[in-house]
């Protein structure tokens, strides 16, 4: 594959992984911050993703296979002359002439150079809301730690440099950034600059739909599974590094039991009633008058409702390996179908956790 364009492939892929993995957070920080979802925010920050990887797989890629591949002779020595860049067009202009010179890698990787940090420009002015001189800052910023990073060898991880460490490079990087938060000001980016809104904190109450109460679930849904990983893979880790071998049924109950503790249960005996994935969604849980609801009951509402179908669902595998529990499974399940039934069903979304411990939900800012 074209060297120009595998790293563009990696980058697509990557960002696609990081976003697919750390996106549900991402807009959960959002809606927590701005108290809604903005589809131009969504956007700008998917395109961020994708840039910095793009960034990382056109001045990083590909690494060497070993340490010391690159410890040889006049290997990636580093170009400390500023301007030099200028001497190497007068030598291809004087081989080929000025078309010649036009068409040479010679010119195209300092226009790269320059192509390749004017996102970063575009985005410190439409996205972080900065200005020329935030993106040449910033730009300035990522080309000294890029190009500190190649000198050392990924800092020490490689014996020796693998590639060019150019002060060239930086002038034009820093330049690239420039030039893209001058043009970042042209209409055709406004698109990238999310709206303007007051904080989520500040902002007025808002009916809590069945919309909102299934992002919130979404939310928390996510929060358990990723919890349940890191704390799995860790165990696993451990035990691989010599440790305590990890117990399958540590595993399968314990370590989901203790996600839903501290994603689904703490969170809403704490004050203001609500887990996690709720608290980001700006709602909470109430009494039958519409107030804050009791200590128990939320407690109760939760372990009845989506924290315990979840915790359950986490377990399910525990459950159909258990031959004196073959109905468990089953009525779980009957029980989340009536739940969803009635959270469709029933005004205000109560859902059937909602019915059996008279609560219900209302914007937490009311």
Not at 199 to 222: I, K
Request: some cysteine; glycine content about 10%.
């Amino acid at each position: 594959m074209n060297s120009m364009i595998w790293p563009g492939a990696v980058a697509i892929l990557g960002s696609v992984l990081f976003l697919g993995v750390a996106g549900i957070f991402l807009l959960a920080l959002q809606y927590r911050r701005h108290g809604r979802l903005s589809w131009r925010r969504t956007i700008t920050t998917a395109a961020a993703a994708l840039y910095g990887f793009g960034l990382f797989s056109y001045t990083m890629l590909p690494l060497p296979a070993t340490r010391d591949a690159f410890c040889r002779p006049g290997v990636a020595v580093p170009q400390l002359t500023p301007g030099h860049f200028l001497n190497d067009f007068a030598d291809v202009y004087a081989q080929v002439g000025l078309r010649g010179l036009a068409t040479s890698f010679t010119l195209w990787q300092v226009l790269f150079n320059i192509i390749l940090f004017m996102p970063l420009g575009i985005l410190a002015v439409r996205w972080l809301r900065g200005n020329m001189f935030t993106g040449m800052v910033l730009g300035l910023a990522a080309s000294l730690a890029i190009e500190l990073t190649q000198y050392t060898g990924v800092w020490g991880l490689y014996t020796c440099a693998y590639r060019v460490a150019d002060v060239d490079d930086l002038i034009m990087n820093t330049f690239g950034a420039l030039l893209g938060s001058i043009i970042a000001y042209l209409p055709v980016f406004a698109f990238l600059s999310s709206p303007r809104e007051p904080r989520a904190e500040d902002a007025p109450p808002r009916p809590v739909t069945r919309t909102r109460r299934a992002l919130a679930d979404f939310f928390d849904s996510s929060f358990t599974g990723a919890a349940v990983f890191v704390i799995a893979a860790g165990l696993n880790l451990v035990e691989k590094l010599g440790g305590p071998e990890v117990d399958p049924g540590l595993v399968n109950i314990w370590v989901p039991a203790v996600a839903v503790l501290f994603v689904f249960l703490l969170p809403s005996l704490a004050p203001g009633r609500a887990t996690l994935g709720q608290r980001c969604a700006w709602i909470r849980i109430t009494g039958g008058d519409g107030r804050g609801a009791a200590a128990w009951r939320a407690g109760l509402r939760t372990i009845l409702g989506f924290g315990g179908i979840t915790f359950v669902f986490q377990i399910s595998t525990s459950i159909n390996d258990n031959p004196d529990l073959p109905w468990l499974s089953s009525a779980v399940m009957l029980y989340a179908v009536l739940s969803a039934l009635c959270f469709w069903l029933i005004p205000r979304a109560r859902a059937l956790a909602g019915v059996l411990t008279g609560t219900g939900f209302a914007d937490r800012r009311a």
